[in-house]
Structure formats: structure tokens, C-alpha cells
């Protein structure tokens, strides 16, 4: 059986297919998984052991479309389900299936704050397209390869964080899913612990005013690693900080434990740290703290984010007790050292 899985993009939702892409190799008898994504995302996967081919979204959809029908596939399935997957599924026309996107349920929660989401994470979701074919979660959380090449050395970060740090990810996709930078400077005052701070070379400028306060304690990495040296800090780091993007499914692949910090998004979506068993209720992960301002009213706001708070005040970030941060910090640091 030839089986083409679609994620086109980001980071963080590409890594929360990865459970579905491992029980599906190892419990389909000779099955032969392709995995369609944008080039952007090619570095997330390719050290996958599970993945036999590599298909690349550009600019020309047809063009990718007809490269896919000539592998003849059985199925496919879907784990982006939007009008592109449409146009490709409808021109290979072989089975596929969809996960639920679960768009009317998100609008409510963000729109009346009507809570109809599932308590699960969206890869319990990814799971339902390929139960047909018999495949099911095997509970041992996310996957994410390092390339050999990639492997840092002590020379990489300072003498000072040798002996450990707390991994701050300072970056976003939208500002209204990032930490101010006031916020990050409080918390890596109180925390009495090496910091380094992780991100894109879009959030150089936020790591600088933030390590300015102290250059020998706070280290800011934004900008200078790529994805898979960065990832390489995160399974380096005791404990990571991190606000709602893809690093933080990173550290989770990486059974690190996590604060994770949420603004105008919300872990009931399905987005929040998985480790192959929890929910946000009855199955409570114990390296997993979430810090959201949940009795806001107007929390949350979108699934997605925006570039300002249209409230003005962004109190679901700017109210986060940092205090508290630095205490869950405290015990899991404690935790790793007696381990």
C-alpha cells in the first residue's frame, strides 16, 4: 500500500503529525509513506526513519499535483484539509481522509466563548484519519530526528550554561501569541537559573533588549542557529519556557518539561504540550505547567492571533504572574537534578 500524508505547513503542527506518520509505518503491513509538504518545512523531517518520500508544495500547485499522480497512490491522508489538499485529493481521486478541523467549535469558543471542544489533543484528531486502516496511538508522544551533523558542541553557548539553563522561546507567529518583553526581563530577573532565549532572526531585537539586562546570566540564541540547531538547545535545556508555537512541540517531542504561556490562543484547541497520553482534564501530563489568564473575558479571542490586542490592553499576556513561572521552573529544575 502507497500512502501520501499532507501537512503543508508550520512547524508546530507539522511535529504533531509525527505520532500518526510512526504508527502508521509500523502497523500497515509494507506500507510505503509519502509525506507532502512546503521546502520550507523540509528540515522538521528529514531524518524521519518512517517516511520514504518527500514530496515539495512551491508555487505551483499543479505542477506538484501531477509529480504526485504518477506514484499511483491508495490513499491519502489529510491532516491539513484545506482548498489545496482539495485540488490535490480530487486530482489523485483515490480514497483520503480528512481530520476535523473543528472550525465551527474554535469560532464559538473564540466568537460567545461557547466551550464545545473536545478535551484532546489535535493529534487524538490526526488519529481518526487513519483508523480505517486499522492504525492506532501507540501513546509514545511526538518524534523529532536530529541530523548528525547538526549536533552542537560546548562551544556553541556560553561556559556560563554549561551546567544548564532554562530554554526561553521568546518568538511567535503573531505578537498577540508572544510574551512581552517586560514580561520575559521580570521573569529572567526572579529566575535564578542561566537563560537562553530562542527564536528566529525576527526576534534578534526582542532577545537583545532582554539579555541586555544581563549578559553573563541571559544568552540569546534568536537568529544565530538554524531549526535544527535550535531544537538541539531545546533537548539541551532542564526546562523550557515557551509561548504557543513550534518550539514548544519541539520540547514536548523531546519529554522536556514546559511552562507554556498563552495569549489570545488557548489550549483547548488541542495545541497544548503532548506527550502521547494527556488532555488538558482527566489525563494531566506532569511536565507540563500552562499559564493562561482563563476567567478574561475576552480570552480567547482567536485561533490564530493577531498583530495587536483589539482590546488594547493584552492583559491575557501582561497579567501572566511571572512569579509563579519561576516557581514551577524551581521544581522542575529540582526534579532534573535528582533524576
Known sequence: MKVLIIRFSSIGDIVLTTPVIRCLKQQVKDVEVHYLTKATYVALLTGNPYIDKFHFLGEDLDAITEELKKEKFDCVIDLHHNLRTMRVKKALNVKSHSFPKLNLQKWLL????????????????YFETVSSLGVTNDGKGLD???PENKKLSNNDIPMSHWGGYVGCVIGGSYNTKKLPVDQWKKFCELVPYPVVLLGGPEDGGDGQVIAAQDPIKIYNSCGKFDLNESAELVKIARVIVSNDTGLMHVAAAFQKPIISLWGNTSPEMGMFPYYGFNNLKERVAPKSVIM????????????????????????CMNDLDMSFAVEQVKKFWSDNAKN
Not at 476567567?295 to 493577531?306: A, D, M, N, T
Request: positive net charge; contains cysteine.
Open 110 to 125: 473564540t466568537n460567545l466563548k461557547i466551550h464545545m471542544m473536545p478535551d484532546k489533543s489535535i493529534v487524538e484528531r
Open 292 to 315: 493562561e489568564m482563563d476567567k478574561l473575558s475576552c480570552h480567547p479571542c482567536s485561533k490564530l492571533g493577531y498583530n495587536r490586542c483589539p482590546k488594547k490592553h493584552f492583559k
Open 144 to 146: 523529532y530526528f536530529l
